[in-house]
Nanobody, 125 residues
Framework: QVQLVESGGGLVQPGGSLRLSCVASGRIFFIYAVGWYRQAPGKQRELVAAITSGGTTNYTDSAKGRFTISRDNAKNTIYLQMNSLKPEDTAVYYC???????????????????WGQGTQVTVSS
């Protein structure tokens, strides 16, 4: 089994910063792309940032210039550095990983997607 566990959320004032972490554990051979998503009350879950296994990143327009996604492959950990936070960034943040469980799955490109349980980010004065 695979688990993704997010941490680092909390309450922060507008203009502040938070660093979210997502640790993947369990039966993992290779992690392909990883994304950070968020879901605000009454809204659909949206992709905030993503990073491929090669380090290519992309961001939603609202995150560009303020958020940075990164990964430490040796630790199976993905980070989201969030700066200049705004009240509209308030949401539950989830990480999502696309991975191969073993060498056979990797060889035949058999990918599985996993979600973490989410971490609350609240931006408020």
């Amino acid at each position: 089994q695979v688990q993704l566990v997010e941490s680092g959320g909390g309450l922060v004032q507008p203009g502040g910063s938070l660093r979210l972490s997502c640790v993947a554990s369990g039966r993992i051979f290779f992690i392909y792309a990883v994304g950070w998503y968020r879901q605000a009350p009454g809204k659909q879950r949206e992709l905030v940032a993503a990073i491929t296994s090669g380090g290519t990143t992309n961001y939603t327009d609202s995150a560009k210039g303020r958020f940075t996604i990164s990964r430490d492959n040796a630790k199976n950990t993905i980070y989201l550095q969030m700066n200049s936070l705004k009240p509209e960034d308030t949401a539950v943040y989830y990480c999502n990983a696309d991975l191969a469980a073993d060498s056979n799955a990797f060889l035949f490109n058999l990918r599985q997607k996993y979600w973490g349980q989410g971490t609350q980010v609240t931006v408020s004065s």
